[in-house]
């Protein structure tokens, strides 16, 4: 057991477990150096892959785009995938509090067009609306016609 100094910490302990923790952070800096080393290597025939798509009559700006957002779907794929449960049980629960989640996001967005002036229902309903209106503009043109003795609107009216 060391003895304790002025304020309680012994000078000497600190220097010991200070150096052990140092020297843990002196080679994680020299992996980080060796490791963009190696990424600066593999990164080197970039150029040269990107001029050669450019030469074989890609747009340049449009592919790099595609390529960032390529690279963008592979972590956000492997970042669900990481996330997703792989017990049944939790499983379930997962897919059912996505489910909820992905209804709150249409139930908000079908909101959001409403509130800007869009009809948001669904088509058959769009549909069944104008049949009704149409159908109700003949019986009104049946019923005139009716009234006025022309031929075919009486029997219609039967």
Same mark, same amino acid.
């Given at each position: 057991?060391?003895?304790a100094k002025?304020?309680?910490?012994?000078?000497?302990?600190?220097?010991?477990?200070t150096?052990?923790?140092l020297?843990?952070h002196d080679?994680?800096?020299d992996?980080?150096i060796a490791?963009l080393?190696?990424?600066?290597?593999i990164?080197e025939p970039l150029p040269?892959l990107?001029?050669a798509?450019?030469?074989?009559?890609l747009?340049?700006?449009?592919?790099? &785009?595609?390529?960032?957002?390529?690279? *963008?779907?592979?972590k $956000?794929?492997? #970042? /669900?995938? !990481?996330a997703?449960p792989? =017990? @049944?049980?939790d499983?379930?629960?997962f897919? &059912?509090l996505r489910?909820?989640?992905e *209804?709150g996001d249409? $139930?908000?967005? #079908? /909101?959001? !067009?409403h509130d800007?002036? =869009? @009809?948001?229902?669904?088509?058959f309903?769009?549909?069944?609306?104008?049949d009704r209106? *149409?159908?109700?503009?003949?019986?009104k #043109?049946?019923?005139?016609?009716a009234?006025h003795g022309?031929?075919?609107a009486k029997?219609?009216?039967a």
């Open positions: 057991m060391t003895a002025g304020n309680g910490i012994d000078p000497v302990v600190l220097k010991r477990w150096g052990e923790v020297a843990i080679k994680l800096d992996q980080k490791n080393n190696e990424c600066k290597r990164r040269d990107y001029e798509a450019k030469n074989a009559g747009p340049i700006k449009a592919f790099k &785009a595609h390529i960032r957002i390529e690279l *963008a779907q592979r $956000f794929n492997a #970042a /669900v995938e !990481k997703t792989e =017990d @049944d049980e499983l379930e629960a897919e &059912a489910a909820v989640a *209804a249409l $139930f908000d967005h #079908a /909101v959001k !067009k800007e002036g =869009d @009809d948001v229902r669904p088509e309903l769009k549909q069944q609306e104008r209106a *149409a159908a109700k503009k003949n019986a #043109a049946l019923k005139v016609g009234l022309l031929p075919g029997a219609a009216e």
